[in-house]
């Protein structure tokens, strides 16, 4: 059952997008990718499942909808913190 | 909380409450994280509304712990999903769904942005992250635990719920880590049953909510603040009546969800949770009590120069100190 294999793909994909999320970056752009990396990997596997038991994709396109809100939001908050610090540093938080 | 300018924040405010709807009552798992997400989606435009550093700190470090969580949780859904696991509560899904959950509260061991953030939002988004945020969460914890990863938890937040709060001199943070202690027991009374965590989850928020009207209208963020200023008899007995209260000293109304809690522990032989119970309390009431105890006796501060009127808002104030102090008596009243 070498099909099966696929599963390990996700989860590779899923633990190395929480890896690069955890770790200490300088920019916060780098964050953001991580989590629609992780996005990502959710994406394929929801797809493989979908396929494998022959659903239609209207669930995965829902979850493309909320997971690219999610997203923007991400970025939105990047612009307003470009607007009051002036870059994405992660040194520049200082208050809390 | 509704009296603001601004209609944006209402709009957001309904979202919110709706979204937690959604998601309790949702007939699968990936409806729950839909209403999670739309949880998300509507509090960062209430929180971030002000246009200064902290709030923009604030709520990037809402953003990025709230979305980790939820995307963990939905790929935890997925796995459960596709490994066909529905009940079977005792597996590593469980504890990682749960650990997703956990996130999301705040609750220990994943409770570091906890603290950060509280001390960065104003007091009424305060009541609304360690009141309504929790809803969700602990519902969905409910549907799907596993108790002895969960019990394991729940001894955690409670000694770092009152540990945290020992070396604390700013009130939102002190009250974080009081919210903290008090997800333990309201994790601890879901195991129970729901009716009863909904009973303690209502009476907790009461009390938040007196405390956080109090802070609010006195304008108070730190605990220097609280006796530079020449405060009438009345609220600062209503202040202790509600740090002790929220504490869990008998003849207040915060007693008794814990008597109840307690009750269920003893009869059923958990006496070391107990005992963690009971210990973790006796600090929390500790630090409760070196902030107001030094304003009632015999020499007491009194500035002379910083007067506090609170001549329209006693009605409320005096409300709320009735309402702790009488409720255990009138609550016999009326479940007979």
């Known amino acids: 059952m070498l099909i099966y294999d696929i599963w390990f793909l996700f989860i590779y994909m899923f633990f190395v997008g929480n890896l690069i999320f955890v770790s200490k ?62 870059n994405d540093y992660f040194q520049s938080f200082s208050m809390l | 909380m509704l009296t603001n300018n601004n209609s944006n ?7 919110l409450f709706f979204s937690t709807l959604i998601s309790i009552s949702s007939n699968s798992w990936f409806g729950c994280w839909i209403g999670l997400e739309i949880n998300l989606l509507s509090f960062i435009p209430l929180i971030s509304n002000s246009k200064n550093l902290l709030s923009v700190e604030t709520s990037l470090k809402y953003f990025l712990t709230q979305s980790l969580a939820s995307i963990n949780f939905l790929f935890m859904i997925l796995i459960k999903f596709s490994l066909l696991k529905n009940f079977d509560m005792n597996n590593i899904i469980s504890i990682m769904m749960n650990s997703s959950l956990l ?15 509280v001390e960065g939002l104003s007091w009424m988004n305060n009541f609304m992250l360690m009141t309504w945020q929790k809803i969700s ?8 635990f596993n108790k002895n990863f969960l019990i394991f938890m729940i001894i955690m937040n409670l000694i770092i719920g009152s540990l945290g709060g020992l070396n604390q001199t700013s009130l939102r943070k002190l ?10 027991w309201m994790i601890f009374s879901i195991m129970i049953s729901e009716n009863l965590w909904l009973f303690y989850f209502l009476i907790y928020s009461m009390m938040i909510f007196m405390m956080i ?30 740090f002790l209260s929220l504490g869990g000293l008998p003849p207040f109304m915060g007693f008794m969800p814990k008597w109840i809690i307690i009750n269920f522990l003893l009869i059923n032989k958990f006496y070391f949770l107990t005992f963690i119970f009971m210990m973790t309390s ?6 409760y009590i070196r902030i107001i105890y030094s304003s009632f006796m015999f020499n007491y501060f009194k500035m002379k120069w ?24 009138l609550s016999t009243f009326i479940f007979m």
């Open chain 1, 25 to 86: 970056n300088k920019h916060l752009l780098v964050v953001l990718l991580s989590l629609e990396f992780i996005v990502l990997s959710i994406f394929f596997f929801f797809l493989v499942l979908l396929m494998f038991i022959d659903y239609d994709m209207y669930m995965l396109m829902v979850f493309l909808v909320f997971s690219v809100c999610e997203g923007s939001l991400g970025l939105s908050i990047l612009v307003s913190m470009i607007r009051s610090h002036g």
């Open chain 2, 9 to 15: 924040k209402m709009f957001f405010l309904f979202i």
């Open chain 2, 103 to 117: 996130m999301k509260m705040g609750s220990a061991p994943f409770h570091f942005w906890f603290p950060n953030i």
């Open chain 2, 137 to 144: 969460p602990m519902i969905l914890l409910s549907y799907y």
């Open chain 2, 175 to 184: 009250l974080a880590f009081s919210s903290i202690n008090n997800l333990g």
């Open chain 2, 213 to 242: 009207s109090l802070f609010f209208l006195m304008n108070m963020y730190f605990m220097n603040q609280l006796f530079i200023n020449n405060m009438n008899f009345f609220i600062k007995l209503n202040l202790l009546i509600n």
């Open chain 2, 282 to 287: 006796l600090i929390i009431i500790y630090y």
């Open chain 2, 306 to 329: 910083v007067n506090l009127l609170m001549k329209n808002n006693m009605s409320l104030i005096n409300l709320s100190s009735f309402i702790s102090i009488s409720s255990m008596i």
